[in-house]
Structure formats: structure tokens, C-alpha cells
């Protein structure tokens, strides 16, 4: 099993442009969400989904856009990247629960110059 | 809302010695309790967890145990390895409600 996969490992975007972060995960969880790493500052949520067609929004969801279409898929998007945008970015993905484990992809590091 | 607090890191050790890591938490309801673990270049993998009072988790060597009444889940191994070094995670959820994590601990173990 691949798990959570992440594309791409490394990116770096200039000021203004925009991108989109791909999750997929061959799990078939409901759960997925986008946490980002600040350094030292732990993981925050940005948006997590409960299942397809629904989203929502976490802990710092401004300056990002997200859609779950499919049970596999949970694209991040980013508009107009800002130097506040440079992090490394993890999705996860885990089933509904008490105590369920959420597995992570290998994350995606973000510079914007 | 959900929130949790570790120890400020970074710690270093030798190898062999005891280590401790502080989580403390709070939460609405009855949270399920987590450690998770990042090695260098890595994302997140799941070390350990606890769903009730008084549970203990373990795995590795690390032991965990979820104490109601001081709100806490502290880390703990008795012996240190330098392959233990990494960024230890704090986590809780409640319900279906997703992940909070604490800052996250950075430990360096030297031979």
C-alpha cells in the first residue's frame, strides 16, 4: 500500500502565483486534512474533509482553497502565495473514531520568494 | 476548545539515559491521546496512544499513560538510543474531531 502520497516533495513559487498541492491515499478513509509546519510551531489545520462533496475549514484556512470530489483525492490550492505561505505541508488521512490513527504523507516544502 | 502543551525542546541526551517528555491538555469531553513521532525528512508516524483514563500506551520502548486527573500524558523511555532522535508530537482528538497537536519536542540522543 502506498498510503498518503504528496506531490510535489519541494516547491518554491515567486509572490503572487498560484499552485495546488496533490494528496491522494489508496486507504479509502472518509477523514483527509492539510496541516502545515511552521518551524516550532508545531502542526496547524488548515481544512480537513469528512468525505466527499464535504469540507471544512481548520485553524488557518485564509490564502487557501481546498476540494474533495473524490473519496481518494484532497487537493490543496493556494491563490496568490505569500512569503507567509512558506512551510512544509502534510496531509493525513484516517476513518472516523475514537482513537482511530491518522496516517501522513511525506509532506511538501513550500518556499515563496 | 482542544489544545495541547509539551515541553520546549530541544533535549539532548546520551544514549542510555531516561527521558522524559511533558504533555499536558485540555479538552472538552473524553480526548483520545497521542504521540506521534517525525524523523529527519520524514512526516508523521504514529508511536503510540491511549483512548481512556488510566490506559498506558507502548511501543519501542516509549510508555505513555493517559492521567485524568492531572490532565497529562506524559512521554517516557528508560534508555535512549541515537536512532530515538527526532521531533516528538503531542496529539489529542474527541469525537470525531480532527488532530490538535502540540508544538512538537525536538530530542538529539548522542553516542
Known amino acids: 500500500n502506498a498510503g498518503v502520497t504528496q506531490t510535489p516533495k519541494f516547491r518554491i513559487l515567486k509572490i503572487g502565483q498560484s499552485m495546488t498541492l496533490q494528496c491522494t491515499q489508496d486507504m479509502n478513509h472518509n477523514y483527509m486534512y492539510w496541516y502545515r509546519q511552521d518551524p516550532g510551531m508545531g502542526l496547524k489545520l488548515i481544512y480537513y474533509?469528512?468525505?466527499?462533496?464535504?469540507?471544512d475549514k481548520g485553524e488557518v484556512p485564509n490564502g487557501y482553497n481546498v476540494s474533495r470530489s473524490t473519496t481518494e483525492d484532497f487537493p490543496l490550492r493556494l491563490e496568490l502565495a505569500a512569503p507567509s505561505q512558506t512551510s512544509v505541508y502534510f496531509c493525513?488521512?484516517?476513518?472516523?473514531?475514537?482513537?482511530?490513527?491518522?496516517?501522513f504523507g511525506q509532506g511538501t516544502r513550500l518556499t515563496v520568494v | 476548545g482542544n489544545s495541547v502543551t509539551q515541553m520546549e525542546g530541544p533535549v539532548t541526551l546520551s544514549e542510555e539515559a531516561f527521558l522524559t517528555i511533558n504533555c499536558t491538555y485540555t479538552a472538552t469531553g473524553y480526548p483520545s491521546l497521542f504521540w506521534y513521532v517525525q524523523y529527519p525528512g520524514e512526516g508523521l508516524q504514529l508511536l503510540l496512544k491511549a483512548t481512556k483514563a488510566d490506559d498506558k500506551g507502548s511501543n519501542k520502548g516509549f510508555e505513555a499513560t493517559y492521567r485524568k486527573e492531572t490532565t497529562s500524558f506524559h512521554l517516557e523511555k528508560g534508555s535512549v538510543q541515537v536512532s530515538d532522535s527526532a521531533v516528538y508530537f503531542c496529539?489529542?482528538?474527541?469525537?470525531?474531531?480532527?488532530?490538535?497537536f502540540g508544538k512538537g519536542t525536538r530530542l538529539s540522543v548522542i553516542a
Open positions: 496529539a489529542l482528538n474527541s469525537g470525531n474531531t480532527p488532530l490538535v
Open positions: 493525513a488521512s484516517s476513518n472516523p473514531g475514537e482513537g482511530t490513527e491518522a496516517f
Open positions: 474533509s469528512v468525505g466527499a462533496g464535504i469540507t
